[in-house]
């Protein structure tokens, strides 16, 4: 199983982006997907997750300006990102809770979306 993220670039603030996220392999099930941030010199922190029920959580930096959905069909979520700031600049990372028959689980990491937020 993996993880393929997509939607990074370079916007000015007050933008908007969209990120993107498919999940990809032997999938029986996935609970949690969502993103995470980087930014530099700084730890990894939680932007948004999502369940695969529906439920949504987001950091208070997140709050009333990202909105993430899921496509449970297609094993995807995607990131909305408007009235971005110079401080979201940092790398994107998408991240899952794959669940396999018999009740095992793995989290797993995609690889990282670059987004640059220009004053």
């Known amino acids: 199983v993996q993880l393929q993220a997509s939607g990074g670039g370079l916007v000015q603030a007050g933008g908007s982006l969209r990120l993107s996220c498919e999940a990809t392999?032997?999938?029986?099930?996935?609970?949690?997907m969502g993103w995470h941030r980087q930014a530099p010199g700084k730890e990894r922190e939680l932007v948004a997750d999502?369940?695969?029920?529906?439920?949504?959580n987001y950091a208070d930096s997140a709050k009333g300006r990202f909105t993430i959905s899921r496509d449970n069909a297609q094993n995807t979520i995607h990131l909305q990102m408007d009235s971005l700031k110079p401080e979201d600049t940092a790398v994107y990372y998408c991240d899952a809770e794959f669940i396999f028959r018999g009740g095992a689980s793995l989290h797993s990491w995609g690889r990282g979306t670059l987004v640059t937020v220009s004053s």
């Open positions: 999502i369940t695969n029920s529906g439920r949504t």
């Open positions: 392999g032997n999938i029986f099930g996935i609970e949690t």
